[in-house]
């Protein structure tokens, strides 16, 4: 979650990116250069993509330089108490995608990879 951040300040620059498209196209429209217009909306089209892209290189990133110190704790004594911990990450993961998807089993999936992570925790 906290390189989720990262996404919000990229979809603030595409936005004031495009805000300043926009611009260029008021004034494209006023000077009669209609054909200008599809380049200034496939412009704007690209900021989003780019700061999608950067959003997951930042997220991605993060988390593989996060991983390391996840594993040697799930590799100690977590693993020995409850083997099927590794079934917690793989929940958590679908329930997200479900829920960014609108799927309603994205709730129930989400709930109970909660649930089976405070299992975990009161066995320990």
Same mark, same amino acid.
């Given at each position: 979650?906290?390189?989720?951040?990262a996404?919000?300040?990229?979809?603030?620059?595409?936005r004031?990116?495009?805000?300043?498209?926009?611009?260029k196209?008021?004034l494209?429209?006023?000077?009669?250069?209609?054909e200008?217009l599809?380049?200034?909306h496939?412009?704007?089209?690209?900021?989003?993509?780019a700061? &999608? +892209?950067?959003?997951?290189?930042? /997220?991605?990133?993060?988390? #593989? !330089?996060?991983?390391?110190?996840?594993l040697?704790? %799930?590799?100690?004594?977590?693993?020995?108490?409850?083997p099927?911990i590794?079934?917690?990450?793989?929940?958590v993961?679908?329930? &997200? +995608?479900?829920?960014?998807?609108? /799927?309603?089993?994205?709730? #129930? !999936?989400?709930?109970?990879?909660f649930?089976?992570g %405070?299992?975990?925790?009161?066995?320990?």
């Amino acid at each position: 979650m906290p390189f989720g951040k990262a996404g919000q300040l990229f979809d603030r620059l595409a936005r004031l990116a495009n805000a300043r498209l926009l611009n260029k196209a008021e004034l494209a429209l006023d000077s009669g250069r209609f054909e200008s217009l599809e380049r200034y909306h496939l412009r704007g089209m690209w900021h989003f993509a780019a700061a &999608s +892209l950067a959003t997951l290189t930042v /997220v991605v990133g993060g988390g #593989l !330089l996060c991983l390391p110190m996840f594993l040697s704790y %799930l590799d100690g004594p977590l693993v020995e108490a409850a083997p099927w911990i590794y079934l917690f990450f793989p929940l958590v993961g679908i329930g &997200s +995608l479900l829920s960014g998807l609108k /799927v309603p089993r994205a709730l #129930l !999936l989400f709930g109970g990879s909660f649930v089976l992570g %405070l299992f975990v925790l009161a066995l320990r």
